[in-house]
Nanobody, 117 residues
Framework: QVQLEESGGGLVQPGGSLRLSCTVS????????IGWYRQAPGKQRELVAA???????IYADSVKGRFTISRDNAKNLMYLQMNSLKREDTAVYFC???????????WGQGTQVTVSS
């Protein structure tokens, strides 16, 4: 059983910061990778940041140096610290986990991040 829930989204001015949280409930499920995606209106869903199977972090070029992904395994939480936010960061942000089999993945419901003055 896998359940993901995001929180922390909201309205922020350009240059501001937000921290997103994802509560992970993955009973009897082996996680291969976990991360954050986002989808802006009319755009494809894109990878923002993730931990790969080896524990290394991956970042989209557009957020590198501004966003930081982290996790607290003991609390079953994953975070996305977003600094120096830009209007282009406006999107629905989704928590995402993958199992070890192709097609074995799960999404949260998403949390809206709006960057506007």
């Amino acid at each position: 059983q896998v359940q993901l829930e995001e929180s922390g989204g909201g309205l922020v001015q350009p240059g501001g910061s937000l921290r997103l949280s994802c509560t992970v409930s993955a009973t009897a499920f082996s996680i291969n990778a976990i991360g954050w995606y986002r989808q802006a209106p009319g755009k494809q869903r894109e990878l923002v940041a993730a931990f790969n199977s080896g524990g290394s972090t991956i970042y989209a070029d557009s957020v590198k140096g501004r966003f930081t992904i982290s996790r607290d395994n003991a609390k079953n939480l994953m975070y996305l610290q977003m600094n120096s936010l830009k209007r282009e960061d406006t999107a629905v942000y989704f928590c995402h986990i993958e199992g070890h089999q192709p097609g074995d993945f799960y999404w949260g419901q998403g949390t809206q991040v709006t960057v506007s003055s």
